[in-house]
Each structure stands twice: as C-alpha cells, then as structure tokens.
C-alpha cells in the first residue's frame, strides 16, 4: 500500500476554480491508477475522475467532464484535481485513492479535503 496526503481544497464561490493535490509515499512504484473520489453530506462516495500511472490514461464522472482536469507528476509522486467553473453540487469532501499492480480495487485512501462551493 501507499500513503496519500490531500491538500488544496477550501470555500470557493459558483463559477470559481480549485487545484486539489495528493501526495503518495511509500510503495509508489506498484501503482497501477490513482483517482479522486467525492462524498457529499447525506449522499454515498462517488468517483470523480482517474488516471492510469504510467500512460496518464484518463477518465471522468460524466458530471465533471470538460470542467476538471486529473494529471500527475510521477517524479513528484503527486496527483492533482484541476476544478474549473465549479458548482454548488460540487461540494463535498474529496478523497485520493490509489489501486496497486495486482490488484482490482483502490484500498489505499487519503483523509480527504474539503470543498465548498458557494452560490
């Protein structure tokens, strides 16, 4: 497994931009996709976007297309969450999470970071 520490979110008004980090530290060379996730209060986790490690293969929630962006910086071992024109509907807590080579799920998680969008 690795460890993830996300940073960078906060209270942003409608229309308004956020970058999210998330650092991976320990077993970084056995990962397979990293992603980011979003639970907001009252509803079940959902994915957000991911990004395949070695090609910078990506995808996203049909909800987030064309307005955020997933890259990564390998020599950094850093993923980011570009959020552009964000929404009300896109607060939430926001969570980093990293699926290994061998395996078919994510079950390394950060603690997450919190992002408000106001109207």
């Known amino acids: 497994q690795v460890q993830l520490v996300e940073s960078g979110g906060g209270l942003v008004q409608a229309g308004g931009s956020l970058r999210l980090s998330c650092a991976a530290s320990?077993?970084?060379?056995?990962?397979?996709?990293m992603a980011w996730f979003r639970q907001a209060p009252g509803k079940e986790r959902e994915f957000v976007a991911t990004?395949?490690?070695?090609?910078?293969?990506?995808s996203y929630a049909d909800s987030v297309k064309g307005r955020f962006t997933i890259s990564r910086d390998n020599a950094k071992n850093t993923v980011f969450l570009q959020m552009n024109s964000l929404k009300p509907e896109d607060t939430a807590v926001y969570y980093c999470?990293?699926?290994?080579?061998?395996?078919?799920?994510?079950?390394?998680w950060g603690q997450g970071t919190q992002v408000t969008v106001s109207s």
């Open positions: 320990g077993r970084t060379s056995s990962i397979l996709n």
């Open positions: 999470a990293a699926a290994m080579v061998g395996t078919a799920e994510y079950n390394s």
């Open positions: 990004i395949t490690w070695s090609v910078s293969r990506t």
